[in-house]
C-alpha cells in the first residue's frame, strides 16, 4: 500500500502526487491526494461515449464540509486565481492507495475517512465517507459539473437538470444520475467560477474553467456510520453500486493468484501493484477488446497495443484476451499495414511504419508462450503473409531495397514521432536501426511458422530475405565507436536507445562480440534505473528538461527524455550477452517499487525529465507497466529457482545512472 504523510499533502507538491482508477471500459476517476484537480483531464467521472475516442467528464468533483460540533471544516481544495480555497488540505493527515484511494482528515478530534471507487465496466464512481471517530459530523456535499469531452478545453457550464430528495439527473451528453445512500438533496444551483488547473497552465493551455452545482446532499455520521454519494450513467441506486464493489474485490485477488500460480512465484505487493495498473489498460465491451496507451489523454494505438500485449496479457495469463485483440489488429490490416489509432469520427490512421511489425514481434511472442499455431494459422498466417509481401514490395511508408533492409518514406512514422509545425523533431526517413532489427526477427519467425504450415513458398522467401538482411544490417555497424548507427541512408551516428533491439530480439544480425559492445555503450551513455534516455547527454541537441508548452516539450520528447519501456528490451538484451544475471536485474528493478509511488500511485508515467527523474507525459502507460511487469515476471520466475536449478548467476560491472 502507497501511503502519504501531511507533509506530501499540500498544493505545492499535489502536482506531483495524483491517483487514477479505471473501468475497464476506458472510463477512469482521476484526482490529486488532496483532491484539488489540476489538469483540464482530473474528474470523480470520465465515461466513454460511442468508445473509448469519444470520452466526456460527467462528474468533476465534489465540494464537502462536514460540521462537529460547532465548528464546520472544509474538507475541499481548489486553486483559483491567486489564492488556494477552501483549504480543506490543512485538515487532511493521511493520503493512502492501495486498490482504490483514501483520504484521512481530523476534524477537533473527530477522525473522517473519505474513499473513491470505481466499478468494473460500469461508468460508475463511488465516493463514500466514514466517520471513524467521534460522536457525530454533519456532511454537506455539493456536485460540481461541467460536461464536455476530455480534450476540449475548460468551459463555463450551465446545465438543465432533475431533482428529488434523493439526488438529480442530467440528460445531456447522456443520463447521469448522482445520489446519496441516505440524507437529503437540496436543490440550490450555484456556480464556481474561474477554477484554475494549474498543470494545463504550465503546458501553455487554458487553464480556468467555471463549474456548476446544481445543489448538495446533507447527512449526519455517528461513528461508524458510512454514506456513499453513487454518480453512474447506469442510473444505479447505492445498493447496487456497492453490491457490485463487493463482488469485484474478488476479482483483483483472482487475477493476482492466477499470476503467480502461472508464473510460479510468490505475490509481493510489487507484483500486485503491477498487476492492478496492467489491468487498468484493458478496454473491454461486447463488441471490442483493446489495450488503452495511457492516461490521461491516450487512446487505442496500436504499436503500444503490440508491444504491451505480452507484457499485460501473456505475463498474467490471459491468452484468450491476447488472441482476440490479436485477431483484431490482423482484420484492420490494410496495404500491410495497421491504424496507427482510430480517430474520434471512428476514422483509421494509417501513419505507423512499425506497428505491423510490432504486430508480428506480439504474434510471435503469443506462439512462443502458448504453442497455439492453429489459431495462428486459422486467424493470422494470411494477415502474416500479406505484411510480408507488402513491405517487400512497398507500401505508402515503407519498401524493401536491394539490400533487403526497410527503408521508411515518412520522417516521423516510427515511434520518435514528435512533429512541430508539421516538421519532424527526429527526423527517420531512411533505414531506422529497430525497424530493420524487427524485420530480421520477424523473417525468421514468419520463415520457421511457414514450415511448420508447409507453406514453401512463403518460407522461402522469409529465410533467403533474412540472409541477405542480415548481411547488409553490418553496415549499421559505425567504424568510429563501434555503435550501430540509428539511421542509415542518410546516415545517422546520434546515440540513441533503437539499436538496443539489434541485441534484445530473437535471431540478431550481430555476432555476440558486436551484440556485448552496443549493449555497454548503451548502458554507458543511455542507461538511468528509471529508463533509457533517447539521446546521449554528450549530444548537443540533449534536452535535460521536459516542460513549457507543446512545442517546448515536443522539442525535448525523444532528444534526451527517459522512456521506461525501453528498459524491457535493454534487460533482454543484457540476458543476451551476460547470460545468468537475472538476479542483479531484478534488483535493479527495485526503484520502480519507489517510483510507483510517486507520480500517479500505483503506476508508472510515460517518461521522464532527465535532470530531475520527475515523472511526465501521461502519468500512467501502458508499454511503461508492460514492459517493467513482463522482465519482471521473466527474471523473478528464473531467481526463483532453486540453486541447483538456475543458471549460473553472473555479475556485470556497475554502470552510472
Request: proline content about 5%; glycine content about 6%; overall charge positive.
Amino acid at each position: 500500500m502507497i501511503s502519504l504523510s501531511a507533509f506530501d499533502l499540500v498544493p505545492s507538491k499535489a502536482k506531483g502526487h495524483e491517483w487514477l482508477l479505471s473501468n475497464g471500459l476506458g472510463g477512469y476517476s482521476s484526482s490529486t491526494a488532496i483532491g484539488m484537480n489540476t489538469r483540464k483531464y482530473h474528474g470523480l467521472l470520465i465515461a466513454p461515449l460511442k468508445g473509448i475516442h469519444n470520452r466526456h467528464i460527467f462528474l468533476s468533483k465534489l465540494e464537502e464540509t462536514a460540521k462537529v460540533g460547532s465548528t464546520e471544516f472544509s474538507i475541499s481544495t481548489n486553486a483559483y486565481e491567486g489564492v488556494v480555497f477552501p483549504t480543506g488540505f490543512k485538515h487532511q493527515t493521511g493520503f493512502s492507495f492501495s486498490r482504490h484511494p483514501t483520504f484521512t482528515y481530523s476534524l477537533n478530534g473527530a477522525k473522517l475517512e473519505k474513499s473513491v471507487r470505481m466499478l468494473h465496466r460500469k461508468n460508475a464512481v463511488v465516493v463514500s465517507y466514514r466517520l471513524k471517530y467521534g460522536k457525530e459530523a454533519k456532511l454537506s456535499i455539493r456536485p460540481l459539473i461541467a460536461p464536455r469531452p476530455i480534450h476540449s478545453d475548460p468551459i463555463s457550464a450551465a446545465l438543465s437538470f432533475n431533482a428529488d430528495k434523493t439526488g438529480f439527473s442530467i440528460g445531456k451528453p447522456a443520463q447521469m444520475r448522482v445520489c446519496c445512500s441516505f440524507g437529503n438533496f437540496t436543490k440550490s444551483p450555484d456556480k464556481y467560477y474561474r477554477m484554475q488547473y494549474i498543470e494545463e497552465k504550465e503546458r501553455g493551455y487554458p487553464f480556468s474553467e467555471t463549474l456548476f452545482s446544481p445543489g448538495y446532499f446533507s447527512a449526519t455520521l455517528c461513528r461508524g456510520d458510512e454514506l456513499h454519494v453513487v454518480c453512474s450513467l447506469e442510473l444505479l441506486a447505492p445498493s447496487q453500486a456497492l453490491e457490485m464493489l463487493d463482488r469485484q474485490e474478488f476479482r483483483q485477488n483472482h487475477l493476482a493468484q492466477t499470476y503467480s500460480r502461472l508464473n510460479g512465484i510468490s505475490r509481493t505487493d510489487f507484483s500486485d501493484m503491477l498487476l492492478q495498473a496492467a489491468d487498468s489498460f484493458m478496454n473491454i465491451t461486447k463488441k471490442h477488446k483493446g489495450i488503452t496507451a495511457g492516461f490521461h489523454w491516450f487512446s487505442e494505438w496500436s504499436r503500444d497495443s503490440m508491444i504491451s500485449l505480452p507484457g499485460l496479457l501473456l505475463s498474467t495469463g490471459q491468452p484468450a484476451l491476447a488472441r482476440e485483440i490479436l485477431g483484431s489488429h490482423a482484420k484492420s490490416m490494410r496495404d500491410g499495414l495497421i491504424p496507427n489509432f482510430v480517430d474520434e469520427a471512428n476514422q483509421p490512421h494509417y501513419t505507423s511504419s512499425d506497428a505491423c511489425l510490432w504486430f508480428v514481434n506480439a504474434v510471435r511472442e503469443y506462439a512462443e508462450t502458448t504453442q497455439d499455431f492453429d489459431f495462428i494459422k486459422k486467424k493470422l498466417w494470411k494477415s502474416m503473409k500479406q505484411f510480408l509481401f507488402s513491405y517487400k514490395e512497398g507500401n505508402a511508408l515503407v519498401s524493401m531495397d536491394s539490400d533487403c533492409l526497410l527503408k521508411v518514406k515518412e520522417p516521423a512514422s516510427t515511434w520518435m514521432d514528435a512533429k512541430i509545425n508539421a516538421k519532424a523533431v527526429t527526423p527517420r526517413k531512411g533505414k531506422p536501426v529497430e525497424i530493420n532489427a524487427l524485420w530480421q526477427s520477424n523473417l525468421h519467425f514468419i520463415g520457421k511458422t511457414a514450415q511448420r504450415f508447409n507453406d514453401k513458398k512463403t518460407g522461402a522467401l522469409a529465410f533467403e530475405t533474412a540472409e541477405q538482411a542480415a548481411q547488409s544490417f553490418q553496415n549499421f555497424l559505425s567504424a568510429d565507436k563501434g555503435q550501430l548507427f540509428d539511421v542509415l541512408e542518410p546516415n545517422d551516428p546520434s546515440m540513441r536507445p533503437n539499436q538496443i533491439f539489434a541485441v534484445s530480439l530473437p535471431n540478431s544480425p550481430l555476432n555476440q562480440l558486436q551484440k556485448k559492445h552496443v549493449f555497454n555503450l548503451v548502458r554507458t551513455e543511455l542507461y538511468t534505473p528509471l529508463g533509457l534516455r533517447t539521446l546521449s547527454p554528450k549530444d548537443e541537441r540533449f534536452h535535460e528538461t521536459y516542460s513549457g508548452n507543446q512545442e517546448q516539450r515536443d522539442a525535448a520528447y525523444h532528444q534526451g527524455a527517459v522512456w521506461p519501456w525501453l528498459l524491457g528490451a535493454f534487460y533482454d538484451a543484457q540476458l543476451a550477452v551476460y547470460p545468468g544475471t537475472e538476479r542483479q536485474i531484478l534488483s535493479s528493478l527495485r526503484p520502480f517499487s519507489q517510483a510507483m509511488a510517486s507520480g500517479c500511485a500505483g503506476s508508472l508515467p510515460e517518461i521522464y525529465e532527465p535532470k530531475s527523474m520527475a515523472p511526465k507525459g501521461a502519468i500512467s502507460q501502458a508499454w511503461s507497466i508492460a514492459e517493467v511487469l513482463r522482465i519482471y515476471t521473466k527474471v523473478k520466475k528464473a531467481a526463483a529457482q532453486p540453486m541447483s536449478q538456475a543458471p549460473w548467476i553472473r555479475q556485470i560491472a556497475p554502470t552510472k545512472a
